[in-house]
Structure formats: C-alpha cells, structure tokens
C-alpha cells in the first residue's frame, strides 16, 4: 500500500477490523476485553468478525476502554490508531527462513558424515584393527 492510504478508513477496514486492531494495540485477548465489557466473547467476536454491532451504549464503553473516539470505530475518522510500522514482507521474511532452512540441512547433512566417519573409526577400533 502507498503511504496515502488510510489504513483504518472506510475503503481499507471495517468496523471489526479497527476493533482487532485496537484490542490489539491495548494488548488485550478478546476474552480479556469481552469480560471488561460485561459481554460474551462470541458477541466480540461477532464485532470483530462484522457479524454483527454493539449498541451505542457498548460501543460507548468499548471506545473508551480501547482509547479511541466512537466515530473512529464506526468509520476511520478522528482518534485512533496509526497505520502500522512497515516491516519486512511476506516474501522477505519467507526467503528468510528459507535460507535458514537451507544452511540448517548443509550444516546437518555435514554432522551426518562426521557421524559416519566417527561410527566407522568406533567399529574398527572395537575389531582391534
């Protein structure tokens, strides 16, 4: 995504997706959130999943306890979050642990034959040759 895009905006997440978000960013695990709001987690996750909405009342409680406005989880605008830290790519990270793959089994295919040698010197020695 450019750096223009509005992450949390209308066109880019919905409703649930800013309350992931949030939850989130306050560090807590939906059962942590769903207690602190007096509601069952499936019905947070109903929120989170855009299966359903809180009624005002909630949804009042639910943006102050994230730290953000009620306007911000309804449509992206005024105090919320920002756009997360660019970090590594899919592919970047993947080619990483490829590369760890690969040096692991050179360095375990290496350890195999010492192993073999090693056997070989171990028999010979026990047939006194």
């Given at each position: 995504m450019n750096e223009n895009t509005d992450w949390y905006g209308p066109d880019v997440a919905t409703f649930g997706d800013r309350v992931a978000a949030a939850r989130e960013n306050a560090q807590m695990t939906q059962v942590a959130l769903a207690k602190r709001l007096g509601?069952?987690?499936?019905?947070?996750?109903?929120?989170?999943d855009d299966l359903s909405e809180p009624r005002a009342n909630r949804l009042a409680t639910l943006a102050g306890v994230l730290g953000v406005s009620m306007m911000w989880l309804i449509n992206?605008?005024?105090?919320?979050?920002?756009a997360p830290e660019e970090g590594p790519s899919a592919d970047e990270s993947a080619m990483d642990v490829l590369n760890e793959l690969r040096d692991l089994r050179a360095d375990m295919l290496?350890?195999?034959?010492?192993?073999?040698?090693?056997e070989k010197r171990?028999?010979?020695?026990?047939?006194?040759?």
């Open positions: 509601v069952k987690q499936s019905t947070l996750r109903g929120w989170e992206g605008e005024g105090e919320g979050l920002d290496k350890r195999a034959e010492q192993l073999g040698r090693l171990l028999r010979n020695s026990l047939r006194g040759t």
